[in-house]
């Protein structure tokens, strides 16, 4: 029996639905929660990721402020930028898109912005706070990973989840996500041994790898839900994930599709993150 297909793009739409509300009551209690992106240089694959949130911002009623600077700005330039919106009371949530020019440090960019507006849930402080199971920032397209699921009403607790992969942006969250969720939780990386076996053992497969077809049909235990998170260009221009999705979709119990995936879902979480961050600014914390 093929796969149900998870489809990023309704739960996506679901979120951002939800985050459209609770803006429109921040605006009619005070103000329409903010979010400030800031673009460094004319890297033509990040400024389709800002128009996107800028789009994305406009739908759900939440203020885009956008800071187009050349791609020679000074560090300190930057950092005085990040530091002005740190202390605007206006602002909710401040992003850098990365990556950023080669002779700026995007670890000083990070930590520059104030946990309480890292919308990204990139600071060394929400990091931590994740780990630590407190409330904070959850990184957008881990947290859309658990929301699908979730969704779906896939079982997280008790199950074995493998993630393949250990970013800091994607893998690593992951599987904290998941741990947090109770999953019994392996992460596979380049070094792993007897990768096909360990994955083969999983209830929910997370594919963040970074290549095409890494994750092949005979790796998946029967029934599984698969959730791939990979973006890659194909040499024809066309996009697929890590997953060989034709194949796997008659192995698994469900998957996500690339596009239309968890790529989505990136996006509605900064949505949801930006709202979150508005309400407790102005006092009317949902959680
Ligand atoms: P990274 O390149 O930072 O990490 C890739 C990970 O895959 C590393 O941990 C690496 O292991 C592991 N890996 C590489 N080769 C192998 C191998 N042969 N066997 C086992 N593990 C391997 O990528 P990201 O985490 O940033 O992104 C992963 C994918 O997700 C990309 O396709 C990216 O485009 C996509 N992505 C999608 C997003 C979305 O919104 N849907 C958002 C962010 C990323 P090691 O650490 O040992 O090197």
Redesign the pocket.
Known sequence: MSAKIIDGKEISAFIKQQAAGRAAACAAAERAPCLAVILVGDDPASQVYVRNKHRACEACGITSLQFALPADTAQAELLALIDRLNNDAGVDGILCQLPLPSHLNEDAVTDAIAPEKDVDGFHPVNVGKMLAGKDCFLPC?PAGVIEMLKYEKIPIAGKHAVV????N???KPAAALLLRENATVTV?????AD?KETVKTADIVVA????PCFVTADMLKPGCAVID????RLADGALAG?VDFAAAKEIAGAITPVPGG??PM?IAMLMMNTVKSAEARLGMRKG
């Open positions: 397209t393949i992969g250990r970013s942006i994607v893998g596979c990386h380049s070094r792993t990768l963040a790898v970074g290549r998170v990979g973006i890659n890590d968890v790529g990136t």
